[in-house]
């Protein structure tokens, strides 16, 4: 089986007035056809700035400085602007962070989604967009009339499912969701959830699942990318994750989590995350692991395979 | 005796500008009570709009009950004056949130500190200031000598969070109003957050009420739960009891779609039947959870269900369990454990 996406090497910089800030760091990723990956980290330790390299979108003052992105066989980085264009949407989607609440607020959704597909097939018909908008909305369990409607008429939840019906329109090989329910309460987050789950199965999407709730990771994914300061550390089936982390960052992960059985232990990350102007020399989470050795300090890990897992630590690496 | 802290029969309506008419109900005819003898840790769950932040504000007397009344030390809190009003307003703390609301960008963050321990006259002198300060801060788990002389962009959103703690630390409150304070803190920072409440809890004889939509973190930190919808107290008791055997529909929809970060408890096991709310007025004259209740019948309609004691330490408002005794709205707290 051939990986539909392959991310090598991708290395995003920003360019700020402190200096130069590392914020994807030579970063390598596969997802098969279908598959759900989440990636997940704390906030500032890249995950939206991955997602935005992988769909060329890093703005000045950021640069993506290396790296490919190969999805079903074509190297995002290699087509020009104008193809780079076509390609979103129609071969890799992106739900922004926040999405929902940037609809345009005095154009019609169906008028939005309309503008969106004939950006793409300019030759299809009016009525054959107004049917295929409809259809998206129907499958995110709307009603069709939604497409009439203004982004204030509905709810978060709602507009929340115009977003996916939106990055669904073209059917792309692979959908990145940026927190797509961090906004929204308990309830409309699972119903919303699950209307990503079965829309996913139905067009055999990969789907990117970005956030920082490992309860939605247990409930969703397949496979689970731990990033760290601008660094995938591990990618593990979810089980593994969950059963077995190997990293001491996932394993702290995982041990912060509260669930029914551990009531009132508190078992938080101690420290803080790094800056990225001042990364920790060698593995950048040594000054927070508490199974640091002298090389963590020193040498950056490089991401090795552990049977099929992918981990980034020198406890699993032979003495330097 | 006299309670520390007691609403009695409060009901809150917003009115929208000139349509008084067409006002909402945030809260409805709630009652509760906390004691200074025995100080504990309540949370107040609910998804948004329930009225949970309304409670907060009420509390804290920035707003005032459309009905009924709150009392502090036995007096109604719009009749604080003077001396009274200052040993409120100093009694009572707050941590709400968002980390960053509180903080002035041109300050360090010292500032936030310095501020109540002149407000209040809390330090003897420059040094005890300095000493109190630091005794706070690193009762919530920071280091002084990170935090002080900082300005609020130079740290984390968990960090600003712990200085809101330690300020309300530092002023010894009674009571502390937690509303949502981990909501937009990244989930792995979480526990050091929920853990410095707990500490104040503990070591300094605080109780708490601790508001969220979140009914894994209220599992963890709380002694008892109200479950708010719409304004009304749906079901309420002990923690332990009404998350691990929730009685209301709303409750048990809650609780089934928490996303447990564990493989083997999946979403949705227990096949209950999620509704959207749809906008209709299902339910305006009855159970105001009737328009997404999958077992509504005509009689949930006719009048607010009151609270049925489903057990010891748990009521719940729902016409299924009807045949159980009736407990007063006002006297809730009775199955609250401390
Ligand atoms: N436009 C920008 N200019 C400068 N730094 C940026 C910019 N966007 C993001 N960053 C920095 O890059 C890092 C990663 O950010 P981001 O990808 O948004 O993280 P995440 O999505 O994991 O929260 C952060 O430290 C952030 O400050
Ligand atoms: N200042 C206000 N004016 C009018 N309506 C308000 C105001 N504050 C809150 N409400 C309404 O009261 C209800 C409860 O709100 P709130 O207490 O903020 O709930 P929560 O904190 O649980 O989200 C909601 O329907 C909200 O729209
Ligand atoms: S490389 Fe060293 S410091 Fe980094 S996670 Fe592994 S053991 Fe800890
Ligand atoms: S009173 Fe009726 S509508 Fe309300 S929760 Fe109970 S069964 Fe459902
Ligand atoms: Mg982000
Ligand atoms: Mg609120």
New interface residues.
């Given amino acids: 089986m051939s990986a539909i996406l392959q991310v090598r090497d991708l290395q995003v910089s920003y360019y700020t007035d402190l200096g130069r800030a590392t914020a994807l760091n030579r970063v390598n990723l596969d997802l098969q056809a279908g598959e759900k990956l989440g990636l997940v980290g704390?906030?500032g330790s890249g995950k939206s700035t991955m997602a935005l390299a992988m769909m060329r979108m890093i703005k000045a003052p950021g640069r993506i400085e290396s790296g490919s992105v190969d999805v079903d066989g074509v190297d995002l980085m290699k087509l020009s602007e104008e193809e780079m264009r076509l390609a979103r949407l129609s071969r890799i989607a992106y739900i922004p962070q926040g999405a929902m609440n940037s609809l345009n607020p005095v154009m019609r959704i169906g008028a939005q989604m309309v503008d969106a597909i004939r950006a793409h097939v300019p030759t299809m018909s009016k009525e054959d967009m107004i049917a295929r908008a409809k259809d998206s909305l129907e499958s995110v369990d709307l009603k069709r009339n939604v497409f009439d409607m203004y982004a204030h008429e509905l709810?978060g939840?709602m507009k929340q499912r115009v977003c996916i019906a939106i990055g669904i329109l073209l059917k792309p090989k692979v959908i990145i969701a940026d927190e797509p329910t961090s906004a929204l309460?308990?309830?409309?987050?699972?119903?919303v959830?699950?209307t990503i789950d079965r829309v996913q199965k139905e067009i055999g999407t990969a789907v990117i699942l970005i956030g920082?709730?490992?309860?939605?990771?247990?409930?969703?994914v397949d496979k689970v990318a731990v990033m760290y300061a601008g660094r995938l550390t591990e990618v593990s089936t979810?089980?593994d994750m969950?059963?077995t982390p190997m990293h001491p960052y996932a394993q702290?992960?995982?041990k912060?989590?509260?669930?029914?059985k551990n009531?009132?232990?508190?078992?938080?990350?101690p420290g803080?995350?790094p800056s990225l102007l001042r990364i920790p020399s060698g593995c950048a989470f040594h000054p927070r692991c508490t199974q640091a050795m002298d090389r963590c300090k020193t040498t950056i890990p490089e991401v090795q395979d552990h049977n099929g897992r992918l981990v980034a630590c020198h406890l699993y690496t032979e003495g330097a | 005796m006299t309670h520390l802290l007691e609403f009695r029969n409060v009901t809150k309506t917003y009115t929208r500008g000139y349509f008084s008419d067409a006002g909402t109900t945030a809260l409805q005819d709630f009652s509760m009570v906390l004691d200074e003898d025995s100080p504990t840790i309540m949370t107040v769950a609910g998804?948004?709009g329930s009225g949970k932040t309304t409670i907060a504000m009420l509390l804290l007397g920035f707003i005032e009950p459309t009905k009924g009344e709150i009392l502090y030390k036995g007096k109604n809190i719009k009749n604080l004056r003077g001396e009274e009003r200052m040993t409120f307003r100093r009694e009572v703390q707050a941590v709400f949130q968002d980390p960053f609301a509180v903080f002035n960008p041109f300050y360090t963050v010292d500032h936030l500190l310095t501020v109540p321990i002149e407000r209040f006259k809390l330090a003897k002198s420059k040094a005890d200031a300095r000493n109190k300060m630091e005794e706070a801060l690193s009762s919530v788990g920071l280091r002084p000598e990170d935090i002080l002389g900082r300005f609020p962009h130079q740290l984390?959103?968990g960090?600003r969070q712990r200085i809101n703690v330690a300020r309300a630390l530092l002023l010894k409150p009674k009571v502390l109003v937690a509303d949502e304070p981990v909501s937009m803190v990244?989930?792995?920072?979480?526990?050091?957050i929920?853990?410095s409440l707990?500490g104040l809890h503990r070591d300094h004889g605080v109780s708490i009420v601790y508001i969220t939509?979140?009914?894994?973190?209220a599992?963890?930190?709380a002694n008892s739960i109200v479950v708010l919808y719409k304004g009304g107290v749906m079901e309420a008791g002990d923690v332990?009891t009404v998350?691990?055997k929730p009685e209301h529909p709303y409750t048990k929809?809650?609780i089934d779609?928490?996303?447990?970060?564990?493989?083997d408890?999946?979403?949705?096991s227990d096949g209950m039947m999620?509704k959207?709310?749809d906008g209709s007025d299902k339910g305006a004259k009855g159970c105001r959870f009737m328009g997404r209740c999958p077992h509504a019948v005509d009689a949930c309609g006719t009048s607010v269900p009151p609270l049925y004691r489903v057990g010891p330490t748990q009521v719940a408002s729902c016409v299924l369990h009807s045949a159980n005794p009736v407990l007063p709205a006002t006297q809730l707290t009775d199955v609250l454990p401390v």
């Fill in positions: 704390e906030s709810s939840g309460d308990v309830v409309t987050q699972r119903q959830m699950e920082h709730d490992m309860g939605l990771m247990a409930q969703f979810v089980r969950f059963t702290a992960l995982i912060s989590l509260p669930n029914l009531k009132g232990v508190f078992q938080g990350i803080l995350a | 998804e948004s984390s959103g960090q990244d989930a792995s920072l979480r526990a050091n929920l853990e707990r939509h979140d009914l894994t973190t599992y963890h930190v332990e998350i691990q929809l809650l779609s928490i996303p447990w970060p564990e493989l408890r999946r979403w949705g999620v959207e709310a």
